[in-house]
């Protein structure tokens, strides 16, 4: 996923490529906007909202663990319960 931050550090653009294991190697990439918004569940951390361009208006929610690490949380917020991992890592910073 890549967070481009435009003019605001607290927003901008973003672009999210997603390939799911047993499923070939076909990436499905969603585009749109970004936010960080506050919420009283997770106290000091910032969760990034996800708006897509696309006209269904989707949204999908990550808390900000660290600076390099993102948690896909539920369209409520809340933490997804499985046994699956969920945390994005960053691997490398694109220009």
């Not at 906007?33 to 999908?60: C, H, M």
């Not at 663990?65 to 896909?72: A, C, G, V």
């Amino acid at each position: 996923m890549f967070l481009g931050t435009g003019i605001s550090p607290n927003g901008g653009h973003f672009e999210l490529h997603e390939t799911y294991l047993g499923k070939g190697d076909k990436a499905f990439v969603s585009k749109g906007n970004w936010a960080y918004i506050n919420s009283k569940e997770y106290p000091g951390l910032k969760i990034v909202q996800l708006f897509s361009d696309k006209e269904t208006k989707d949204q999908r929610f990550f808390l900000r663990l660290k600076n390099d690490q993102l948690k896909m949380l539920t369209n409520d917020m809340k933490t997804i319960e499985s046994d699956l991992n969920y945390i994005l890592e960053l691997e490398n910073q694109q220009d």
